[in-house]
């Protein structure tokens, strides 16, 4: 197995997930995954979850059945300006911040320049709150590679390699290539996840082992390959969280 903490989750809470944060932990723990990051979506994408739920994930516990549960959100970008849907003045403390572009959310999306989107996310870096970039493979969203790992590895934001994103042609492989090559040369951390929907999916990462191992990747590139390493790195950022 690949990873030790999926950091990329959704729930039922997303109407368009199928499995509860239980049914999660459950297989997380049946895969030997000591951490799971439930984050669900922010409030600009159409079917999130009411903004309480995120106010309320306070009640669940620091681990279910043993696997620690990191209470998080998948911001939405929504703008070419670093601007995000929750986190900035939000109320909700969360624990991990994963920031994806989604094209569902622009009036009338149009493919923008990579320069566009590659200042997008320069933006996005100067926020601290930040902890990971989702799926910036995207074909809808292009990116100046060796800009954005140079600046995301300076800001300790991970970059992502989503099995879900690669599987469901979102991201093509051509594109993931370019990225995992430009972090091997530039030694930038990198964190694999499912972006799952389905519980069964949990920590199944087929497709992104294959490309890696193609690469000759790095292991130690791979920030959530190691539970405990990925711990330090996360209290490093938020060093008053209990786990
Ligand atoms: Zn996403
Ligand atoms: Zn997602």
Known sequence: MLIEADLHTHTVASTHGFSTITENCVRAKESGVKCLAMTDHGPAM???PHIWHFGNMRVLPRKILGVTVLKGVEAN???????????????YKFEFVVASYHRYYFENFERQSEETV???????????????????????????WRVLV??????????????????DG??????????????????????????SHFWGTIAE???????????????????????????ERILKRRPCLDI
Request: net charge negative; hydrophobic share 35%.
């Open 205 to 231: 990462t087929p497709i992104s082992e294959q490309i890696l191992q193609e690469l000759g990747f790095p292991r130690g590139l791979i920030a959530n390959a190691d539970w405990a390493e990925l711990r």
């Open 118 to 144: 590659t200042k997008g996310y320069l933006k996005l870096l100067e926020n601290p709150s930040v902890d990971m970039i989702g799926h910036p493979t995207t074909k809808h969203f292009p990116v100046d």
């Open 150 to 167: 140079s600046a995301a590895k300076e800001a300790g934001v991970l970059l992502e390699l989503n099995e879900s994103s690669i599987r």
């Open 77 to 91: 970008i929504i703008d070419y300006d670093g601007g995000l849907d929750v986190c900035d003045g939000s109320p």
């Open 46 to 48: 159409p079917d999130s």
């Open 170 to 195: 979102k991201s093509p492989k051509e594109t993931v290539v370019e990225m995992l090559l430009e972090c091997k040369k530039q030694r930038c951390p990198i964190a694999v996840n499912t972006d």
